[in-house]
């Protein structure tokens, strides 16, 4: 797997790099050669963070971990997206045909634990009147939830607005 760092607000070390390196490269038993992590190391106030992408065909895999030390920010990212490669892995499999570019053989036959299968427990139900995205923000908040669906009203097509770190806001909509 290849491995791009970036840094904003802070100097990329030699030591940094490595230990990047050294935490993603346990992460080559699942990738092949082509696969590529892009990673972003950032500072603001005592916040180290590290975001880390992988993109692979029809999906993307990523984890944001933040600490007050680099270091453990990196420890946190590789075991977070570790959990998610198990946990997805049969989702994988059902498009083996698709993913075989992108991960190892090994990997992709493996045995699937019967605990991480998806189990969808409730479904809902409900009418989406036309509203602008800022509107859709305020409905969120009146509601107590993290994000919230909606017709936006400009472009009608369906859009979510969702709560993001620090009291802000993003809005998602489909690419066609």
Known sequence: MNITITG?????????????????GKLDKYFSSEATAHVTLSVEKDRQK?????????????????????????????????????RY??????????????????FLSGEIPEEDDVQIIRSKRFGMKPMYPEDACVQMELLGHSFFVF????????????????????LIEPEF
């Open 8 to 24: 904003r607000n802070i100097e990329l070390t030699d030591g940094l790099k490595s230990a990047v390196e050294e935490k993603l």
């Open 89 to 106: 892995r049969h989702k994988l499999i059902a498009r083996q045909q698709e993913a075989k570019g992108y991960f190892k053989e090994d």
């Open 50 to 86: 590290i975001e880390v992408t992988i993109p692979v065909k029809g999906s993307i895999i990523r984890s944001e971990q933040v600490s007050n030390d680099m270091y453990v920010s990196i420890d946190l990212v590789e075991e977070v997206i570790e959990r998610q490669l198990k």
């Open 151 to 170: 017709r936006n009203a400009e472009t009608d097509e369906v859009n979510v607005v969702y709560k993001r770190r620090g009291n802000t806001y993003g």
